[in-house]
Nanobody
Framework: VQLQASGGGSVQAGGSLRLSCAAS????????MAWFRQAPGKEREFVAA????????YYGDSVKGRFTMSRDNAKNMVYLQMNSLKPEDTALYYC????????????????????WGQGTLVTVSS
């Protein structure tokens, strides 16, 4: 099972980026998929999650209303559309996956996801 994240880059505050995560060896339509991020010197932070059989999307408080997570089952990919970017969004963004469907109480936890991509860097300048 592998996850490959891409789409990071440098953007000015207020701009947009779309991150992509390609999955191999598993389907994104089942279990759970999530995005986390880690800024220099900080803990890895939950950004967004989606679960198989669940139409809801779950977001961290700091990105709610600005970021949107989506899934393309045919392409076996998940995406993170990031709008109204702020300098504090600067971080290495990781795609993560879980074979089993995370329960509501822990889908925001790193421990719920067993597979991680290599990360893609997002830099937002003011």
């Amino acid at each position: 099972v592998q996850l490959q994240a891409s789409g990071g880059g440098s953007v000015q505050a207020g701009g947009s980026l779309r991150l992509s995560c390609a999955a191999s060896g598993r389907t994104v339509s089942s279990g759970g998929m999530a995005w986390f991020r880690q800024a220099p010197g900080k803990e890895r932070e939950f950004v967004a999650a989606i679960r198989g059989g669940d139409t809801n999307r779950y977001y961290g408080d700091s990105v709610k209303g600005r970021f949107t997570m989506s899934r393309d089952n045919a392409k076996n990919m998940v995406y993170l559309q990031m709008n109204s970017l702020k300098p504090e969004d600067t971080a290495l963004y990781y795609c993560a996956g879980s074979i089993s469907r995370p329960i509501s109480s822990n889908l925001r936890e790193r421990a719920a996801y067993s597979t991680w991509g290599q990360g893609t860097l997002v830099t937002v300048s003011s």
